[in-house]
């Protein structure tokens, strides 16, 4: 089939800011090497959102179950909960990659303040909440923009419209 017959859906998507968030790390617990890579936990002690729909602070507890991958690629594996300001709860499953060359990454790992624009770090929040008025966050698809930092990180959330 040529690709002039192909149909063309007529939406092109776009991108509307949710929130901007700094989620507050704990030093990782690296458990090893294991089949799928070398797995490290990274514990969330908490932090803020905000954005024009929703703000609000990051509860400690969650944690990020990271795997760095053979080919150096870091798989990320994000949970934790939100609550707004106005004391609803919405968990959130942050799915992810980050990458770059292997000189910025050491510094990454180093503690080192690198721009994000040096490397690749993109995830896919999925949301779920029973609050009333953020109901809506349960039925989108977003995307992520992350930043590393030795202490942080910070997460730029947009749904895709």
Sequence with gaps: MANDTLPVVSVTPSLQLLYTSRIDIAAPQDVGRTPLGQRRIINISGGAFAGPRLSGRILPGGADWQVVRSDGIVEVDA????????????????????????????????????????????????????????????????????????????ITAYEVR
């Design 79 to 154: 949970r934790y909960t939100l609550e707004t300001d106005d004391g609803a709860l919405i968990y959130i499953s942050n799915w992810g990659l980050r990458h770059g060359p292997p000189e910025v990454i050491a510094r990454l790992g180093a503690g080192g303040k690198v721009d994000p624009g040096e490397y690749y770090f993109r995830t896919t929040p999925v949301f779920e909440t029973g609050a009333p008025g953020y109901a809506w966050l349960n039925g989108i698809i977003a995307v992520g923009v992350g930043e590393r930092r030795a202490d942080a990180v910070i």
